[in-house]
T-cell receptor, first 118, second 113 residues
Framework: AQKVTQAQTEISVVEKEDVTLDCVYE???????LFWYKQPPSGELVFLIR??????QNEISGRYSWNFQKSTSSFNFTITASQVVDSAVYFC???????????????FGKGTHLIIQP | DVKVTQSSRYLVKRTGEKVFLECVQD?????MFWYRQDPGLGLRLIYF???????EKGDIPEGYSVSREKKERFSLILESASTNQTSMYLC????????????FGQGTRLTVV
């Protein structure tokens, strides 16, 4: 069965610090997809990134970067030079090829509440 | 931009009332979903639908039903609201092809008193 663990329930850092959100997943499939979503105080989940299991290349988008390591079943998310606007709950999610498309196949972690203090 | 709109941001209902939560998407997505979000529990899938008039139970369907009469609209129904259904409800939609990302509405915070 698939499972996503976000061990950090809450992280609080001071603005401009770098912060890494951890995500560890479990799956028996060789083909799977990993996602990160951001949920700001407004409530709407915002899609950030999707990676497939065959692409271990790390990705950088501005201040955001993602480190995918199959050897440790991890898909960690780093925010560089954090800003107050980064304060949100961040969810990691996993979808297996066999479960089909869309959110019905998404297994979410319980989320990490990130607080950026000015 | 994909837009998923939920009819209410905040709702207060009395125990025993029949409650309708409405969700509309404008991207012609085949899939639509209702999740419930509670502190410490993350997101849990209540029901989903792959097509008009089609519905499938998720992880926690008890006490809920759904309706999808049109492709763009997916309704969640609480037949007789109870206090343990006080929660944040999130609607989402996506294309049916494998493993596309889902797009979420802004959420409805329902309080049952």
């Amino acid at each position: 069965a698939q499972k996503v663990t976000q061990a950090q329930t809450e992280i609080s850092v001071v603005e401009k610090e770098d912060v890494t959100l951890d995500c560890v997943y479990e799956t028996r499939d060789t083909t799977y997809y990993l996602f990160w979503y951001k949920q700001p105080p407004s409530g709407e989940l915002v899609f950030l990134i999707r990676r497939n299991s065959f692409d271990e290349q790390n990705e950088i988008s501005g201040r955001y970067s993602w480190n995918f390591q199959k050897s440790t079943s991890s898909f960690n998310f780093t925010i560089t030079a954090s800003q107050v606007v980064d304060s949100a709950v961040y969810f990691c999610a996993l979808s297996e090829e066999t479960t089909g498309g869309g959110a019905d196949g998404l297994t979410f972690g319980k989320g990490t509440h990130l607080i950026i203090q000015p | 931009d994909v837009k998923v709109t939920q009819s209410s941001r905040y709702l207060v209902k009395r125990t025993g009332e029949k409650v309708f939560l409405e969700c509309v998407q404008d991207m012609d997505h085949e899939n639509m979903f209702w999740y419930r979000q509670d502190p410490g529990l993350g997101l849990r899938l209540i029901y989903f639908s792959y097509d008009v008039k089609m519905k499938e139970k998720g992880d926690i369907p008890e006490g809920y039903s759904v309706s999808r009469e049109k492709k763009e609209r997916f309704s969640l129904i609480l037949e007789s609201a109870s206090t343990n259904q006080t929660s944040m409800y999130l609607c989402a939609s996506s294309y049916r092809r494998t493993n596309t990302e889902a797009f979420f509405g802004q959420g409805t915070r329902l309080t049952v008193v």
